[in-house]
């Protein structure tokens, strides 16, 4: 019983380091996308529509890992392999959507994100990165 504890444990710390590592690729990705400093439009001009799209972004990796997790969690290899795969799919893909969305509406989403009023378009556009990890969910279940 101990030794099932020590794994578990021991898997726990090897997924999560996985998973706080993709959820740091995906601020890159959310940083690239919009103009300015993402740490500064969230933490010193508190800006929300950049934290709404972060929020879904990161939320959107939290459920591929979850997934991918859940689903391969016998086969500790494969479970890794898959983590960290559909996790970097996931985030391509939702760096995809985003430049769809950009290419389909007025103006720039990046910079529509990195206004300081809150703007539907955040909302839409957070929306979309949370569906895309929902299609990639579903590919791994």
């Not at 504890?5 to 940083?31: H, P, T």
């Not at 990046?110 to 929902?134: K, M, Y």
């Amino acid at each position: 019983m101990l030794e099932d504890l020590l794994e578990g444990a021991g898997r726990s710390i090897v997924f999560g380091g996985v998973g706080i590592g993709l959820m740091a690729v995906g601020f890159v990705l959310i940083d690239v996308l919009t103009p300015g400093k993402l740490r500064d439009l969230i933490w010193v001009e508190r800006n929300p529509n950049a934290a709404l799209l972060l929020a879904a972004n990161q939320l959107g990796i939290s459920a591929i890992v979850f997934t991918s997790i859940f689903t391969t969690y016998d086969s500790f290899g494969e479970g890794l392999a898959s983590t960290a795969l559909f996790g970097l799919v996931g985030i391509a893909i939702m760096g995809l959507a985003f430049l769809v969305l950009d290419w389909l509406t007025p103006g720039k989403l990046g910079e529509v994100i990195c206004t300081q009023d809150r703007h539907p378009g955040a909302l839409v556009s957070a929306a979309s990165h949370l569906g895309a990890a929902i299609i990639v969910c579903a590919c791994i279940a």
